[in-house]
């Protein structure tokens, strides 16, 4: 599709965000299992060395920003995106620029803080940190884009708004995995 006709596109409902976010998780884990609980497990197995929190939080950061913002500059659409037939483009429907990406992924991310702030005000402990971040990031991060008070096939949620990015739903006959 050229960038015209993809900037005429809608923009994804919130259940179709919110799967495609479920999706994404999914996939996530086989991410970070490979990525991070293996060489983690190595370290700890063969040096009997642990990282410390900040740094497994700053290491995790990184090994997803690189797989999203490799992803939305390759084709416009992570594994979970291509699933559910989610395209993010520039205002003027191109594929995103790696800068474009990286500032994506950091608002994208700014759900984060919310959940800081509760832990620390409920002083959350184990599984229910995991419980409030799962919904957080499944449920009341898609809910920003009813905050946006367009015509509801080009409503963005805040990370999009913010990062001058926008999600579209590519038609049932077009959907091309790369």
Known sequence: MTPAELNDLPSPQ????VFCGLYEQL???GVIAFTFLLPNLGLGIL???SLPSWLTFLYLYLVLGFY???YWTKSGQ???MQTWRVRMIDKSGFTLNRRQAIWRYIFGSLWIIPCVALQAIFHLE???????????????WPLSIYLDRKDPKERQGLPDRFA???????????????
């Open 68 to 70: 999203f913002v490799w």
């Open 126 to 140: 184990k599984w229910q940190i995991v419980e409030m971040l799962f919904a957080v990031a499944l449920f009341i």
């Open 164 to 178: 001058g990015t926008r999600l579209v739903e590519l038609p049932k006959n077009l959907v091309t995995l790369t």
């Open 14 to 17: 919130f259940w179709r965000r």
């Open 47 to 49: 040096f009997g060395v």
């Open 78 to 80: 992570t594994l979970a």
């Open 27 to 29: 996939v996530l884990l």
